[in-house]
């Protein structure tokens, strides 16, 4: 069965500090893995999307990696600020799947203190 | 670029009661998703369309959702008659086409059944 698995499941950080969000997934075999951050209220917006032959990938202060052999992924915050207080998901999609079927992790909640 | 647009963003009804969520996606998007977000998980996918026609309805809980897309533009999920596990975030996103596309999603509306 396709699972996504993420932790660990909430986390709080303090404003400055950095943090690293892991995904597991037991997808095989997968075209992409994705990041998105989920603010309170709001849809998931893409963070970072790495395909299967990608290990790493940033965007600002978000640094992805993935590890194909171990089907493992991580999402690195930088120097968190309050605004990074949001739900992190780890989403991986499937190759062989007709149309793009997304394969959702729980998500892991993060809170930055000032 | 307008983002994926979507109403109510809230709905209180009583369970047996009927209600309708509209989605407008981004302009230009062929394909239409509706995802079901229950509290402290990520969210299903109910239903894909592409253009007006349905590419994926396997999760969708037939016997009281329903969905359509009749100009392969905007789209409305309905539930008749709602249930108390029904109580969830329903995310509406939109792609430019399939497999390795970003999904934009929606806002959401945050539906709770009493």
């Known amino acids: 069965k396709n699972q996504v698995e993420q932790s660990p499941q909430s986390l709080i950080i303090l404003e400055g500090k950095n943090c690293t969000l892991q995904c597991n997934y037991t997808v095989s075999p997968f075209s992409n893995l994705r990041w998105y951050k989920q603010d309170t209220g709001r849809g998931p917006v893409s963070l970072t999307i790495?395909?299967?032959?990608?290990n790493t990938k940033s965007n600002g202060r978000y640094t992805a990696t993935l590890d194909a052999d171990t089907k493992q992924s991580s999402l690195h915050i930088t120097a968190s600020q309050l605004s990074d207080s949001a739900s992190y998901i780890c989403v991986v999609t499937p190759s062989g799947e007709y149309g793009n079927k997304l394969v959702f992790g729980a998500g892991t909640i993060l809170r930055v203190k000032s | 670029e307008a983002g994926v647009a979507q109403s109510p963003r809230y709905k209180i009804i009583e369970k047996r009661q009927s209600v309708a969520f509209w989605c407008n996606p981004i302009?230009?998007?062929?394909?239409l998703y509706w995802y079901q977000q229950i509290l402290g998980q990520g969210p299903k996918l109910l239903i894909q369309f592409q253009n007006n026609g349905v590419v994926d309805d396997s999760q969708l809980p037939k016997d009281r959702f329903s969905a359509e897309r009749l100009k392969g533009v905007d789209s409305t999920l309905k539930i008749q008659p709602a249930k108390l596990e029904d109580s969830a975030v329903y995310l509406c996103a939109s792609s430019l086409g399939t497999g390795v596309v970003e999904q934009f999603f929606g806002p959401g509306t945050r539906l709770t059944v009493l």
């Open positions: 302009s230009g998007h062929a394909t």
């Open positions: 790495m395909t299967f032959s990608e």
